[in-house]
């Protein structure tokens, strides 16, 4: 793992908010508005940010934990804005905080750690 960030370093990611990044589940579409389940997948991407830059060609990186306090609505066609700020390094893990933005309003904040491991140990865990 290449020792590239320290608590504080910041990366940042936009999203307009298409139609598949809203509420639609087995029954149907919900609303035309960012779920929470695509604002996680585009908060640990914003966060994943790191990882890309800090893993050597050897290694990959996982996601251990996310949470979400989705706190407004942000529409179909509206851009969300990510923060992503490391919080932590330790050994070989990366924790980040995170927000995102939407004209101004905060959309939701949370909290998102990954971990960096050789692919060999990643592939044991995977075949077990």
Not at 47 to 62: A, N, P, Q, Y
Not at 89 to 98: A, D, L, M, R
Request: proline share 4%; glycine share 6%; with cysteine.
């Amino acid at each position: 793992m290449l020792p590239l960030f320290k608590p504080g370093d910041t990366k940042y990611f936009s999203r307009i908010v298409r139609p598949e990044d809203c509420a639609s589940f087995d029954s149907g579409h919900v609303h035309p508005v960012y779920a929470t389940f695509a604002l996680a997948r585009d908060a640990e991407w914003c966060c994943r940010l790191f990882v890309l830059d800090m893993k050597e060609t050897s290694e990959e990186g996982i996601g251990t934990r996310l949470t979400v306090e989705h706190l407004s609505p942000a529409l179909t066609g509206s851009r969300v804005d990510f923060t992503a700020v490391i919080t932590q390094i330790q050994h070989h893990e990366i924790t980040c905080s995170y927000e995102a933005v939407c004209n101004g309003r905060i959309v939701a904040t949370g909290i998102q750690v990954q971990k960096i491991l050789s692919k060999e140990k990643l592939e044991k865990l995977f075949t077990q």
